[in-house]
């Protein structure tokens, strides 16, 4: 009826989670589980908790009884939210789950408990993952007691987040400045250039990291246009990223002629311009920067070289906004700073193999 696991924690300690299961009719009717330091202690209580619910109606009491877990909550949340969740946010939930925090008792998690999470994830993880960790938690607190009866206080969260910030455990992400250099951009061009030689079938990554760039497109909104969403000048963004909502957020955005070239000269393959997974796009690209030794750079980091390419070509604020779809101009003023001018990329040599016309002269 029970079994004990012996997890290690990330402070190289181990933890010994007890759980008790009990199925009736091959449906769960009672789940608890408690993470102890010692397992002869896991022992103890689990035995313990066994003769308990081998009393006439103790079962079907503690069922009644049974708060159910954070990890409890979070599979319902995965499980049923029809929003859209981000591969991220997902990935999170999920790390979270293997956590001690996550084995409690809803109705027993308190604020400091939070706390003290946040101060495990501290320990190798600046303070803005340990902000986007708690964030993304916090989207569970929210809907666990109104969606599926799960005894969380909303409040909870609220306190430890406040006591999280005053502590220094959380801060709000700083401005990524990460751009590939032209160096970079030639290694890795040349990479996948060659790798498309190799493999004609596979992945053409150079033609979707050069889209990324002169679209400045986030991954993921590549991967989503379809050729009907593709006219003369300007394409389609679908669910773009904004603060509120994503899914349905769909935006015209001023396609730049390179960009444009690109998309056209794409095989007509599927309803989508680049057919490919999220999943093979990073992979793709975080393996390929591995071999070729460039540290630190991020898909998304050519987005930002995009947009700084336009802002090098003399663009307004407001003339780059219309390619990159930001609604606030704030969020371009960090590009003030820029001094460079013109197109490094006027001439550059891999605009054929990429779809685009021939370097201007």
């Known amino acids: 009826m029970g079994t004990i696991v012996a997890r290690p ?35 103890v209580w689990m035995k313990r ?27 319902s949340y995965l499980k049923d939210s029809r929003k859209e969740i981000g591969r991220t946010k997902a990935q999170v939930l999920r790390a979270i789950k293997s956590y001690d925090i996550a084995t409690r008792d809803c109705d027993r998690i308190r604020s400091e408990d939070v706390v003290a999470f946040a101060r495990e994830l501290g320990r190798n993880r600046q303070p803005q993952t340990v902000q986007n960790y708690l ?38 992400s700083r401005w990524r400045e990460r751009r590939p250099t032209v160096d970079e951009l030639e290694k890795i061009m040349a990479h996948f250039v060659e790798r498309s030689h190799r493999r004609p079938r596979c992945l053409p990554m150079h033609k979707v990291i050069a889209f990324a760039v002169f679209s400045t497109r986030r991954q993921e909104e590549i991967l989503r246009i379809r050729w009907a969403d593709l006219e ?41 311009i680049f057919p490919y997974s999220p999943d093979a796009v990073s992979k793709a ?32 604020i407001p003339q780059v906004a219309t390619v990159t779809g930001h609604r ?3 969020s371009l003023q ?18 054929v193999a990429c779809g685009m016309q021939e370097p201007r002269e």
């Open 49 to 75: 908790k066994e003769r308990d619910l081998e009393k006439p109606g103790a079962i079907e009491a503690a069922a009644r009884a049974s708060a159910g877990t954070l990890a409890d909550a979070i599979d």
């Open 285 to 316: 690209f975080t393996e390929g920067c591995k071999l070729l030794e460039i540290e630190d750079l991020h898909f998304h980091d050519l987005r930002h070289e995009g947009t700084s390419r336009l802002f090098e070509l003399g663009w307004s």
């Open 135 to 172: 964030s993304h938690l916090a989207a569970v607190f929210a809907v666990a007691r109104s969606a599926w009866g799960y005894p969380i206080e909303r409040t909870v969260m609220d306190e430890a987040a406040e006591a999280c910030k005053r502590l220094g455990l959380t801060a709000r």
């Open 9 to 43: 924690r990330k402070d190289g300690t181990m933890g010994y989670t007890a759980q008790i299961k009990i199925k009736r009719g091959g449906k769960v009717v009672f789940s608890q589980a408690q993470t102890f330091d010692r397992e002869a202690a896991a022992r």
């Open 232 to 272: 003369e000048g300007r394409v389609l963004v679908r669910d773009m990223k904004n603060p509120g909502e994503k899914a349905g957020n769909h935006v015209w955005c001023q396609l730049v002629p390179e960009a444009e070239e690109i998309a056209r000269a794409m095989p007509r393959i599927d309803d989508r």
């Open 334 to 351: 960090r590009y003030s700073h820029i001094r460079q001018t013109g197109d490094k990329l006027a001439r550059w040599k891999w605009r």
């Open 328 to 330: 606030s101009w704030q």
